[in-house]
């Protein structure tokens, strides 16, 4: 015993080392759970079979206590309002598990301690519990009534796609006035038409980021390929099926949950039909509301349509931004719904008017292949040489071929192209010094 303790002022020191370790074992429990969750889906009817298009069920994680002999089985959704309440009375139990043979007989010695210890005890789980202390660790879901930052994502937009006044228009419009929405009757869904190079994949990567901050790589915002994940066309009935359940795990997990859906002119007509019943007017489906999704279809499909008008504007002696939305968007919906590459040939979705915009994306010239040429140039951290920025628009190919106004590959090639003269322009910046 030590001298000048009393058995009493022990037993309470024991009461508090236990207490403060067994309290230091639940966080590092809890710390390294929800780090193995950051990178894992959280839908449990998911089948094995779906796993292939990348899709994680959810689990049941063990990490057994060192100190206090305490099991933690943790088993939820990673969104706020399925953890905060589970997580924090699983931790209370576990200290009042853990100290309850302890706490009778300090309780009739100490009660100021032990009182001041497990409101100490209950302050840390609160702590630990709290949205804001584990989405530092864990990717959150937005929380509802969350808007997007109207001015970050138009800075977003002019700053880095060019050459598509009316795409930005439009994109911009529709999602502010969606994500202001407290209560939308349906989910957003874009469909996004031209030309490859034009910005249809920069400007989706954009808003994506704008919803969930990690973009394509967040666990919320999904990518579908045609070509790789619906290749064969005698495995439609299947693919259906496995998308059908896929989006309805991912809008479970996160209303808010981002699909996109590229090279829709490759996909094999009637696989996209499956998620007509997510798009309709409906409060719920299965008791799931998908009216926070948002849907983006990016397609070749109708580009010839787009670049027709362009090129007729620009013989008539109008300028390509006093081109508007209704000049386009029929021709758009009628040529997609006709076309039999389209991917959305005959569509339920098209003919029950559920895509809310069809977005044309411009040919681009000269110009804007400069401005891609120059932001590419920043982007590496070069000094832009107008030299180089003229050499690298020279080696596009442009149509028509007599007059030579708008890229057949947009801005796609350019980091290829730019590639060839890198070493002119490190030399460049070298001799400047």
């Given at each position: 015993?030590l001298?000048g303790?009393?058995p009493a002022?022990i037993r309470?020191?024991?009461?508090?080392?236990?207490l403060s370790?067994?309290?230091?074992?639940a966080?590092f429990?809890?710390?390294?759970v929800?780090?193995e969750?950051?990178?894992?889906s959280?839908?449990s009817?998911t089948?094995?079979a779906?796993r292939?298009?990348?899709?994680q069920?959810?689990?049941?994680l063990?990490?057994?206590?060192?100190?206090?002999?305490?099991s933690?089985l943790?088993?939820?959704?990673?969104?706020p309002?399925?953890l905060a309440?589970?997580?924090m009375?699983?931790?209370?139990a576990?200290v009042?598990?853990?100290l309850?043979?302890?706490l009778?007989?300090?309780l009739?010695?100490?009660?100021?301690?032990v009182?001041?210890?497990?409101?100490?005890a209950s302050?840390?789980?609160g702590?630990l519990?709290h949205p804001?202390f584990?989405?530092?660790?864990?990717?959150?879901c937005p929380?509802?009534?969350?808007?997007l930052?109207?001015?970050?994502?138009?800075?977003?937009?002019d700053?880095r796609?060019?050459?598509?006044h009316?795409?930005?228009?439009?994109?911009?419009?529709?999602?502010?006035?969606?994500?202001?929405?407290?209560?939308?009757?349906?989910?957003?869904m874009?469909?996004?038409?031209?030309?490859?190079?034009?910005?249809k994949?920069?400007l989706?990567?954009?808003l994506a980021e704008q919803?969930?901050?990690?973009?394509l790589?967040?666990?919320f915002?999904?990518?579908?390929?045609?070509?790789l994940h619906?290749p064969?066309?005698?495995q439609?009935k299947?693919y259906?099926?496995?998308?059908?359940n896929?989006?309805r795990g991912?809008?479970?997990?996160?209303p808010?949950?981002?699909?996109?859906f590229?090279?829709?002119?490759?996909m094999?007509p009637?696989v996209i039909d499956?998620?007509?019943p997510?798009?309709?007017?409906?409060?719920?489906?299965?008791?799931?509301s998908?009216?926070?999704?948002?849907?983006?279809?990016?397609?070749?499909?109708?580009?010839?349509?787009?670049n027709?008008a362009?090129?007729?504007?620009w013989?008539?002696g109008?300028r390509r931004?006093d081109?508007q939305?209704?000049?386009l968007e029929p021709l758009l919906?009628?040529?997609?719904?006709n076309?039999?590459?389209?991917?959305?040939w005959?569509?339920s979705?098209i003919?029950?008017?559920?895509?809310?915009y069809?977005?044309p994306f411009?040919?681009?010239?000269q110009?804007?292949?400069?401005?891609c040429v120059?932001?590419?140039m920043?982007a590496?951290?070069?000094?832009?040489?107008?030299?180089i920025?003229q050499?690298?628009?020279d080696e596009?190919?442009?149509?028509?071929?007599?007059q030579k106004?708008?890229?057949?590959?947009?801005?796609k090639?350019?980091?290829?192209k730019?590639?060839?003269?890198e070493d002119?322009?490190?030399?460049?910046?070298?001799?400047?010094?």
């Amino acid at each position: 015993m030590l001298r000048g303790s009393s058995p009493a002022s022990i037993r309470a020191g024991i009461v508090l080392v236990k207490l403060s370790l067994c309290l230091c074992n639940a966080l590092f429990t809890t710390l390294s759970v929800l780090l193995e969750q950051r990178d894992k889906s959280v839908n449990s009817l998911t089948p094995p079979a779906y796993r292939r298009l990348g899709f994680q069920p959810l689990q049941q994680l063990h990490a057994p206590g060192s100190f206090c002999a305490v099991s933690v089985l943790v088993s939820f959704p990673a969104e706020p309002g399925w953890l905060a309440a589970p997580t924090m009375k699983l931790l209370k139990a576990a200290v009042i598990f853990a100290l309850a043979p302890t706490l009778t007989p300090a309780l009739a010695l100490e009660p100021l301690s032990v009182g001041l210890a497990i409101g100490v005890a209950s302050a840390l789980t609160g702590y630990l519990s709290h949205p804001r202390f584990y989405c530092n660790y864990v990717e959150c879901c937005p929380r509802a009534g969350q808007r997007l930052n109207a001015s970050a994502l138009k800075a977003q937009l002019d700053d880095r796609l060019f050459g598509q006044h009316l795409a930005k228009d439009v994109v911009l419009k529709a999602v502010l006035g969606f994500s202001n929405n407290p209560s939308p009757k349906k989910p957003l869904m874009l469909s996004l038409h031209g030309w490859a190079g034009t910005g249809k994949n920069f400007l989706s990567q954009i808003l994506a980021e704008q919803v969930h901050p990690a973009g394509l790589r967040s666990k919320f915002v999904h990518l579908f390929l045609a070509t790789l994940h619906f290749p064969h066309h005698d495995q439609v009935k299947l693919y259906k099926e496995q998308l059908q359940n896929w989006i309805r795990g991912n809008v479970s997990a996160c209303p808010s949950s981002v699909f996109i859906f590229d090279e829709m002119d490759k996909m094999h007509p009637g696989v996209i039909d499956a998620i007509k019943p997510f798009l309709d007017y409906y409060e719920e489906v299965d008791g799931v509301s998908y009216r926070k999704a948002i849907f983006i279809f990016l397609s070749n499909a109708g580009g010839d349509l787009i670049n027709k008008a362009a090129l007729d504007f620009w013989t008539s002696g109008k300028r390509r931004e006093d081109i508007q939305l209704k000049d386009l968007e029929p021709l758009l919906s009628v040529g997609v719904f006709n076309n039999k590459n389209s991917g959305l040939w005959h569509s339920s979705i098209i003919d029950r008017n559920l895509i809310d915009y069809f977005v044309p994306f411009l040919p681009l010239e000269q110009r804007h292949v400069k401005m891609c040429v120059r932001a590419e140039m920043t982007a590496r951290g070069y000094a832009v040489d107008e030299k180089i920025v003229q050499a690298v628009a020279d080696e596009m190919t442009y149509f028509p071929k007599g007059q030579k106004i708008y890229s057949d590959k947009g801005c796609k090639t350019v980091q290829a192209k730019l590639d060839i003269h890198e070493d002119f322009v490190m030399r460049d910046m070298k001799d400047r010094g």
